[in-house]
Every structure is written in structure tokens, then in C-alpha cells.
T-cell receptor
């Protein structure tokens, strides 16, 4: 299984809503990532988890709250988002955060629209 | 055909021709580089990677070249096919700890 699975595929939410994006991998990877991608732009790194601990936070606003409940799951909790937060949210995983660098596998993303 | 990256340029090539996609990376300390392909509505898909102790690596129909002196990376696709049409991103790992950062991307369009 070389898949990273993200749910939901599409999400429309109001600015006062609370929602969560979910990501799952069963490759035994110990690094997991959240990226945000706007149209015609490259993915922008938001968070990195290494061994279930937050290792990188790229100064993301607190209305985005990541969570790594175990080595296979990664969540992104959303609250009080703005319309400019509408984007494709990508989850990725890679094998070993502290060993030789290895490729990151990406999910298909969640297309988020904030209204 | 060739392209220079960082502003999402478009490279149009004829089916069967070779394609060269270029990327200038930013951090001289980066030690690992990946090329990704992203089709519309999908997540990035791994194509090929290269470590900083190499200057060339070949895969199936693809070759990555790394020039650390000028911080330049290129992806060569041989005998380009319509299924190669996508956006191509280079990514650099900027520090030990998996801070993988993407370049701006290049749109590849293959004409039949």
C-alpha cells in the first residue's frame, strides 16, 4: 500500500464553522506533512510532524490546528477560516524524519472552499 | 524544447520530442531534490530524486541533472507523450528534518 488517503475530497464551510481534514497512511512512515496549494501555485509547507511530534510550523495562523493522534493519522482542524483560505490542502508522508532523505508521497488533497 | 522555471511558464512540445524543464533552487545547503508531476485535480506524484553527492540520475524516460555550482536542476523527458502533460515541480529539502519546499512549477503541454 503506497497510498496517502485524504478525506473529504471536497469541503465547503462557512467562516464560523469548525471542520477537520483527515489524512491516513499505512506505509509505516514517521514524517507527515500538511501543504496548502492555491491555483497555479506550488504547494506551500504548513506543518511537519516527525514521530508524531510537531517539528515544523511555518508561521501558520492559529485558525489552522494540526493534530497527529498516531503514526498513521494526521488531522487538520479548521476554525474561523477566511475566504482567502480556500485552497487545495495536501497531506504527504515520508519514511524517516531523521535518516537519509526519502521521497514524500502525497494524497489527492481536499479542495476547501470557505464561504 | 526548454523552459526556465520559477514563474509557472509553459513549455509546449511535440509528441515524440524530448522535453527539458529547468529549476533554480534557493538554498545552497539543500542536499536532496525531487521532481514531482501534478495532473489537474490530483496531488503531486513522485518522478525522480537526486542527492547532492550526484550530478545525474536516470529513470525510465527521465533524467535529472544537478549543478550545485549554479544551484540548478533540470528534468529531461525523452520521447514526450500526451500523458506527460501536467505541471512539473522541483522540490528541495532545505534541512535535515524534511522541510521539503517546492519551486514555482512549469506547465508541460504535449501536442499530438
Amino acid at each position: 500500500d503506497t497510498e496517502v488517503t485524504q478525506t473529504p475530497k471536497h469541503l465547503v464551510m462557512g467562516m464560523t464553522n469548525k471542520k477537520s481534514l483527515k489524512c491516513e497512511q499505512h506505509m509505516g512512515h514517521r514524517a507527515m506533512y500538511w501543504y496548502k496549494q492555491k491555483a497555479k501555485k506550488p504547494p506551500e509547507l504548513m506543518f511537519v510532524y516527525s514521530y508524531e511530534k510537531l517539528s515544523i510550523n511555518e508561521s501558520v495562523p492559529s485558525r489552522f490546528s494540526p493534530e497527529c493522534p498516531n503514526s498513521s493519522l494526521l488531522n487538520l482542524h479548521l476554525h474561523a477560516l477566511q475566504p482567502e483560505d480556500s485552497a487545495l490542502y495536501l497531506c504527504a508522508s515520508s519514511q524517516d524524519p531523521t535518516g537519509a532523505n526519502t521521497e514524500a508521497f502525497f494524497g489527492q488533497g481536499t479542495r476547501l472552499t470557505v464561504v | 524544447g526548454e523552459s526556465v522555471g520559477l514563474h509557472l511558464p509553459t513549455l509546449s512540445v511535440q509528441e515524440g520530442d524530448n522535453s527539458i524543464i529547468n529549476c533554480a533552487y534557493s538554498n545552497s545547503a539543500s542536499d536532496y531534490f525531487i521532481w514531482y508531476k501534478q495532473e489537474s485535480g490530483k496531488g503531486p506524484q513522485f518522478i525522480i530524486d537526486i542527492r547532492s553527492n550526484m550530478d545525474k540520475r536516470q529513470g525510465q524516460r527521465v533524467t535529472v541533472l544537478l549543478n550545485k555550482t549554479v544551484k540548478h536542476l533540470s528534468l529531461q523527458i525523452a520521447a514526450t507523450q500526451p500523458g506527460d502533460s501536467a505541471v512539473y515541480f522541483c522540490a528541495e529539502n532545505m534541512e535535515y528534518g524534511n522541510k521539503l519546499v517546492f519551486g514555482a512549477g512549469t506547465i508541460l503541454r504535449v501536442k499530438s
